[in-house]
C-alpha cells in the first residue's frame, strides 16, 4: 500500500498548488509569461496549466539561485531522479515512479530558468539538457517495456510509445535544423510527462483495488496507447509539414543544431 501513498501525497500536492493558485489570481488576476507564450499549449495540455506550472516554477528558481545551485547539477540531479523512477517502474511501483518523474520533470523545468537568470545559457548547457532529457524518455519507458515483459502486445505498445516520443523530439529537431519554425501538434514531452505521471498515479490506485490480480495498471496502458498512437500520429503531421515547408522555400541552408523540443511544463 505505500505505492499508493506516494500517489495521494502527489495528488494532496497537486491540490495545494492548483488551491494557491486560484487564489492568487483571485487577488492579483492573471499574469502571463513570455516563454509560456512562446511554446504555447496542446489540445492535451493546455496553457493555463503551463502557466500554472511556470508560477511555481519562479520561487524554486530563486531558490537554487540563492543556494549558488548551477544549471548543470540541477540537470544531473533531474535526470538521476528520472532514472530511478524508471527503476521503480520496472517493478510495478507505479505511484513511486509518478512521484519520482513529476520530481524529475519540475527540476528539468528549472536549469533552463536559473540558466536564463543567471547568465550561465549556453549551447553546451543545452545540448546536456536535450540528451539527457531524450535518456530519462527511453528509461521510463523502458521500465515499463521491462514490467510488460510477459505480455508481447503490452510491450509493442510501450516500444510504439518510444518510437513515438523520439520522433516527434527529432521532428522538432529537424526543423529547427532547417530554420523553420517547428509545427505545433500534440505529445510535445511536456504533453508526455503530464500523461505517464497522471497514468503512474492513477495505475497505483488500480493496482491496488482494482487489478491487483494482474498488476498492470489500466491507466498506464491506456496512457501508453495514446501516447504510442498520438505521439506517431503527431510525428507524421510534424515531418509532412516540414517537407511541404522545405519544398516551398529552398533558400535556407540546412544547418545543425540540437535538439530544442519544448520541454515539460519547463520555462
Known sequence: MIDVYFTYGLLIF?????????????????????????????????KNIMEMG????????????????????????????????????????????????????????????VARKTGQSSRAGEILDSSLDRYVDFFF????????????????????????SFMVSYSTAKAEAMQITPPRGSMKRSDRLAYLIIGGMLSSVSVAYIDNDTGYGIPMIAVILLIAI????????????????????????????????????TP
Open 141 to 164: 519507458l523502458a521500465g515499463l517495456v521491462i514490467y510488460y515483459r510477459d505480455s508481447v502486445s503490452l510491450v509493442i505498445i510501450a516500444l510504439l510509445a518510444i518510437l513515438g
Open 54 to 113: 511556470y508560477w511555481m516554477f519562479i520561487p524554486l528558481g530563486d531558490f537554487c539561485i540563492k543556494y549558488k545551485i548551477s544549471p548543470n547539477q540541477i540537470t544531473w540531479t533531474s535526470s538521476f531522479i528520472g532514472f530511478l523512477s524508471a527503476l521503480f517502474l520496472s517493478v510495478g511501483l507505479f505511484g513511486i515512479a509518478a512521484v519520482l518523474l513529476a520530481v524529475s520533470s519540475t527540476m528539468d523545468g528549472l536549469d533552463g530558468l
Open 14 to 46: 497537486i491540490a495545494t498548488v492548483t488551491a494557491t493558485y486560484f487564489i492568487k489570481l483571485k487577488l492579483f488576476g492573471h499574469e502571463s509569461y513570455e516563454r509560456v507564450d512562446k511554446q504555447g499549449g496542446s489540445k492535451l495540455l493546455s
Open 230 to 265: 498520438m505521439a506517431n500520429y503527431s510525428a507524421i503531421q510534424r515531418l509532412k509539414a516540414l517537407t511541404l515547408s522545405a519544398e516551398t522555400d529552398t533558400s535556407k541552408p540546412s544547418t545543425t543544431t540540437t535538439d530544442q523540443e519544448n520541454n515539460s511544463i
